[in-house]
């Protein structure tokens, strides 16, 4: 079934969509194919009830069951790092039925079941059977888009599993080599030094994770493939650094960006970390790289790093952050990023700075400060 969605534009052409899906091999009903399509309206709602009413016929046509009775088992579609209840994973359950306080794996990492939410962040209590999407608290650490989540009998069989898991991937990744920047690619494609360019990818969603991936595997080039030899959720950190380091492998973050320790770490072991705010972007970038015509690296310099440890509401000048310089020094009219769990969200510039009541030019580390940001 596809439901082919935004009808209530007025520049939609479904035709236009059926006629692509049919270049994919996909033919749908209207054109003599076995293809279900539903043109529906996500936001006035429109032909939601035709979708729900197919989904409900093709179940019983394909005798589409499942056993409520069972360990639950499903499939991770989207994880996230959330500040109060760490990671959190969507999960769509297909057998069985998850409660509360069970021990599961998927993929790399176990847990237990703290919390079940639903759609709307509310708790469920009756726990969740087939064909349910639903929120699972209690990971031990961020899952990929696509593991496979799995009830087990007890705590210490789902870390045993975990252990192996993650011992067989390191295994499986390690291998030394020299580390290569994205500069230097094309070159090294060209004096055959290097027939794969692995990458780790670290972003802000599962799912923008998972597109980004997708996208970059999808590059071709005669002489070299791309690899993606871990995705992960959150900051880039120094495991990441580390692994890339062994993997000769570049570094692309999605919407965050790189700790301290990470960034240190990436200086001394000469590791390529790429920021990137928008998927094309990144995609071209590698693009470019492969066919040797990357323009030159334009270098973002970090001069300070500043931590917030208060708010103040002043009259007239608006929100003042009080801070604390943990290195570097921070200089007025430096440009800045707010970052929250690692994660970017705002860019703008420093437009005052204060030591005390006086406006100074500059702050050293380990100093504390007032700032406004424009």
Avoid at 53 to 74: F, P, T, V, W, Y
Avoid at 280 to 300: C, K, N, S, W
Avoid at 340 to 369: A, G, H, M, P
Wanted: charged share 25%; hydrophobic share 40%.
């Amino acid at each position: 079934i596809v439901a082919l969605n935004k009808i209530d534009l007025p520049s939609a052409n479904p035709d236009r969509i059926k006629e692509q899906l049919s270049h994919r091999g996909l033919l749908v009903e209207d054109w003599g194919g076995d293809i279900i399509t539903c043109e529906v309206s996500a936001i006035t709602g429109s032909g939601i009830d035709h979708l729900l009413e197919m989904i409900l016929l093709q179940a019983e046509i394909l005798d589409l069951k499942a056993n409520l009775n069972r360990r639950s088992q499903g499939i991770v579609v989207e994880a996230e790092l959330d500040k109060g209840r760490g990671a959190m994973a969507t999960v769509l359950i297909q057998h069985g039925t998850l409660n509360v306080g069970e021990s599961f794996i998927a993929g790399q990492f176990n847990g237990r079941v703290r919390a079940l939410l639903n759609e709307r962040g509310n708790r469920v209590t009756i726990g969740a059977g087939p064909s349910t999407p639903i929120q699972v608290m209690g990971f031990s650490g961020m899952p990929q888009v696509g593991d496979t989540f799995a009830v087990v009998e007890s705590e210490a069989l789902a870390r045993e599993i975990s252990v192996q898991r993650r011992q067989l991937k390191r295994e499986h990744e390690y291998h030394h080599a020299k580390p290569v920047t994205l500069e230097e690619i094309y070159d090294q494609i060209k004096e055959g030094q290097i027939r794969e360019l692995p990458i780790v990818i670290k972003g802000d969603f599962g799912g923008s994770v998972e597109a980004l991936s997708d996208s970059l595997m999808k590059l071709v080039n005669d002489e070299v493939k791309i690899r993606v030899i871990h995705r992960g959720i959150g900051a880039i950190n120094a495991s990441d650094v580390l692994l890339a380091a062994a993997s000769n492998a570049i570094i692309i973050g999605f919407h965050v960006r790189p700790n301290v320790q990470a960034r240190e770490l990436a200086q001394r072991e000469k590791v390529d970390i790429r920021l990137y705010d928008i998927i094309y972007r990144a995609i071209q970038d590698v693009t470019d790289a492969l066919e040797g015509l990357l323009q030159p690296e334009i270098q973002e310099k970090v001069v300070g790093l500043v931590e917030i440890r208060e708010i103040f509401r002043v009259p007239r000048s608006g929100t003042v952050a009080g801070c604390f310089v943990l290195s570097g020094n921070v200089n007025r009219n430096s440009l800045v990023r707010v970052l929250r769990d690692s994660v970017v969200i705002y860019e703008s510039k420093i437009s005052s700075l204060r030591r005390f009541k006086e406006d100074v030019r500059e702050v050293q580390t380990n100093f504390e400060c007032g700032l406004t940001i424009e």
